[in-house]
């Protein structure tokens, strides 16, 4: 099963949850880019992966599924399959990849175990997991998203043709929004932020700068001094990952 990555055209926060952010955001699913995930035959469980799995996401998945009272199919499944992982979405870079390899487990799991678990529900165990997990359960091509993620508003979105680069650069995502809440709270502005939730993904893309559309924008090239040279680029949530249109 392909795990594709996404772009954020927007990303604003507009609040916060205890240690988490309140947001409003489109996301939108990048097919150009995507992770492969499969379950294969094998006499022992494990992950086999061409890259390291950052915080093995894909085992919490597992845990998430099991604990929602499905342990004893997964147990009985993995006596005698393993899983593969092809990956391809960079790391640090913004695309959401670990939470789309998540997303795409629980997927697979429930459509090859045959568990029958409603798209809702399995948004709700997502949501365990990582913010972004629900919008790749959703499987939308495009949607508005906000809470802390775990909303998703699938929308008939204008996506224009978008080219996507990524530099060297880990950019971590909790350092990013530690940097916007010490050094950039003042720019949340509730009000801009609900008027893109009615604004095309070609219209934002054309009638706003890269600041404006990212409140993360600003604290990533605090941060990272070596973004500085792609500050024409669109940056896709706490980057590194940036993206223009062809």
Request: hydrophobic content about 40%; charged content about 25%.
């Amino acid at each position: 099963m392909k795990s594709y990555a996404k772009l954020n055209i927007f990303l604003k926060i507009i609040g916060t949850r205890g240690g988490y952010h309140e947001i409003l955001s489109r996301f939108v699913r990048y097919d150009a880019l995507f992770d492969e995930l499969n379950f294969v035959s094998s006499n022992e469980f494990s992950i086999d992966a061409d890259a390291i799995i950052k915080d093995n996401i894909i085992l919490k998945a597992k845990l998430e599924l099991e604990n929602a009272g499905f342990k004893n199919e997964l147990n009985e499944f993995f006596k005698n399959h393993k899983i593969e992982l092809k990956k391809r979405i960079p790391m640090g870079a913004g695309l959401g990849g670990g939470s789309s390899n998540a997303a795409t487990f629980l997927l697979l799991a429930n459509e090859s175990l045959n568990l029958k678990i409603p798209t809702q529900k399995l948004m709700q165990i997502g949501s365990k997991i990582g913010a972004d997990v629900p919008f790749f359960i959703s499987q939308a091509g495009a949607a508005n998203v906000s809470g802390i993620g775990e909303v998703i508003d699938e929308i008939d979105d204008n996506v224009p043709e978008i080219c996507v680069f990524t530099p060297e650069i880990f950019c971590s995502t909790p350092a990013v929004y530690a940097e916007f809440r010490k050094n950039f709270m003042q720019n949340i502005n509730v009000k801009q932020a609900r008027s893109m939730l009615d604004i095309s993904s070609f219209d934002l893309l054309k009638n706003f700068k890269n600041y404006e559309l990212n409140d993360l924008y600003m604290p990533c090239f605090a941060l990272y001094k070596d973004m500085q040279e792609y500050q024409d680029m669109f940056l896709s949530g706490s980057g590194s990952s940036l993206f223009f249109l062809k």
